[in-house]
């Protein structure tokens, strides 16, 4: 068996910070209690490893549970300036990971919306970075999100608007939306903000077209990023599936001549070679 791997996968430079601050904020806790705020990141390998050395998870919709005097992660899809005034009234000892390129959306939508925009999101509802951009728009301003080109097409546009996009949205589907606000409003606000780690992931998978029997998409199914590398790897292989670890692996995989791999921005790189090293392993006994 030959294992070909995209040129681009496993964490992105948001995800890796974030993991970064959480294991800097577990070694300086002293025993004292630690958390992240939601799940860390999508990836369930990586959350049970914190997990088993004493990390819990806040839910930031229970802020009357929210402990005193905790040190609290804010994972790298950003949070609301409300949670973060609730865990400041709890005297938590913030450390702040999100990611750069979601505190510039964060920024940008304060910004626009005070100066009066229609402030308008592509990206999925209910994912955390999303409620997190949108909450930084000013009070009272118009803020909606929109999941597709065709919710955008319902939209009533009448005056000033700015379109942004969740950082790991889909680049196709961002640029359809794109031209179905501009024919809207052809003076709208348009901000490129799709990650380039997640572009490049894209890209490096589509790059794999051809060269393998079958694809692995490895990755949290709950990863917004991962799941779209999955919808991608359908359109150019038949034989695709997602993964979480070697363990999911299917059958059929191991009985083909070439296995292509790629991974989503929340995947490390210890879960990529554990698949690898079963998908080999395993060739070698059936010789």
Not at 5 to 31: I, Q, T
């Amino acid at each position: 068996m030959r294992i070909v791997r995209a040129e681009v996968l496993g964490f992105c430079m948001g995800v890796r910070r974030a993991v970064d601050a959480a294991e800097k904020a577990l070694s300086e806790s002293c025993g004292s209690p630690c958390f992240t705020l939601g799940p860390l990141i999508h990836n369930p390998s990586v959350m049970d490893s914190f997990s088993k050395r004493g990390m819990g998870v806040l839910d930031s919709s229970l802020e009357s549970d929210f402990p005193d005097g905790a040190r609290v992660v804010i994972r790298a899809h950003g949070t609301t300036p409300h949670v973060l005034r609730k865990l400041q009234e709890k005297n938590a000892f913030v450390v702040d990971a999100t990611c750069p390129k979601v505190h510039l959306s964060q920024r940008r939508v304060h910004e626009w919306s005070e100066k009066g925009y229609y402030i308008i999101i592509a990206g999925d509802r209910n994912h955390g970075e999303v409620t997190s951009i949108a909450s930084y728009c000013v009070p009272g301003a118009k803020v909606t999100v929109v999941q597709d080109c065709g919710e955008a097409s319902k939209l009533e546009i009448t005056g000033k608007s700015l379109l942004i996009a969740q950082t790991t949205f889909s680049p196709t589907e961002y640029e359809r939306i794109v031209s179905v606000v501009l024919e809207k409003c052809p003076d709208a606000i348009i901000f490129r903000s799709i990650c380039s780690a997640t572009m490049k992931r894209q890209e490096a998978l589509l790059a794999l077209e051809g060269k393998s029997d079958g694809i692995l998409i490895i990755g949290g199914k709950n990863s917004a990023n991962t799941r779209r590398l999955y919808e991608s790897a359908l359109k150019i292989c038949e034989k695709s599936a997602l993964i979480e670890d070697e363990t999911e692996i299917p059958a059929e995989f191991f009985c083909l001549e070439t296995v292509g791999l790629a991974a989503g921005a929340s995947t490390p790189d210890f879960v990529i070679d554990a698949v690898e090293k079963k998908l080999l392993s395993e060739d070698k006994l059936k010789k």
